[in-house]
């Protein structure tokens, strides 16, 4: 009798931890061994911003170069299969204000559904609703400089900083946070789709 209930508490905590933790089982090989070459594109997007949709698109191609296991090519070449991502969010929303009510940092987010597919139709992987977010400030005063985010991939100077009016900050930042966020959201992306997640 006692041994039968240390397997069943055995069981149980083997159940919450692989359900709770947000570690998932995933086989060797998600894809197939035959998919060499993908063709990355973009799903026509409803008042969407393209350049932001080319963005990552040339993003996620770099990505596959970086990691080597698949190869991206271009438009008129012969590919094993092909991924579409659909933009369905970017959002900008204020996440930080002062004392007087004024914006110190927003959040930039974007989200796609991404699907890869054989030439044949068949589709090898699906996945609705991928995000990815970034923060960036709004005012000279909420950049943090010694930041491992600021000091690892930003190109802007700190001295710099007091230089900038709030407007011009404002727009350096933006853009630096679409970069970082589409980079994200690339990575994310392919470690879903080569992990079968």
């Known amino acids: 009798m006692r041994l039968g209930s240390t397997r069943f508490a055995a069981v149980l905590l083997v159940a919450a931890l692989s359900s709770g933790c947000g570690y998932a089982f995933v086989s060797a090989g998600a894809l197939p061994s035959d998919v ?6 973009a799903a ?5 911003d393209p350049l932001l949709t080319d963005a990552l698109v040339r993003e ?8 080597g296991r698949l190869r991206p090519v271009g438009e008129g070449e012969r590919s ?16 930080a204000f002062d004392e007087f009510d004024d914006v110190l940092d ?7 559904d991404a699907e890869l597919s054989r030439s044949s139709g068949a589709i090898l992987w699906r996945q609705a609703r991928i995000a990815a977010s970034r923060g960036q400030a709004a005012v000279p005063g909420a950049v943090v400089t010694s930041s491992s985010a600021f000091q690892g991939d930003e190109a802007l100077d700190p001295a710099a900083l007091g230089r900038f009016d709030n407007v011009q900050l404002g727009e350096e ?7 970082r966020v589409v980079r994200d959201l690339a990575e994310t992306i392919y470690s879903r ?3 079968g997640l």
């Open 193 to 195: 789709m080569t992990e």
């Open 80 to 95: 094993d299969a092909t991924l579409i991502v659909h933009l369905t969010i970017d959002r900008t929303r204020a996440i």
């Open 44 to 48: 026509p997007s409803d008042g969407g």
């Open 106 to 112: 927003y959040q930039r987010t974007l989200a796609v």
């Open 36 to 41: 060499e070459t993908v063709r990355v594109q």
């Open 173 to 179: 930042r933006r853009a630096a946070a679409r970069d």
């Open 60 to 67: 996620l191609r770099q990505v596959l170069r970086w990691r």
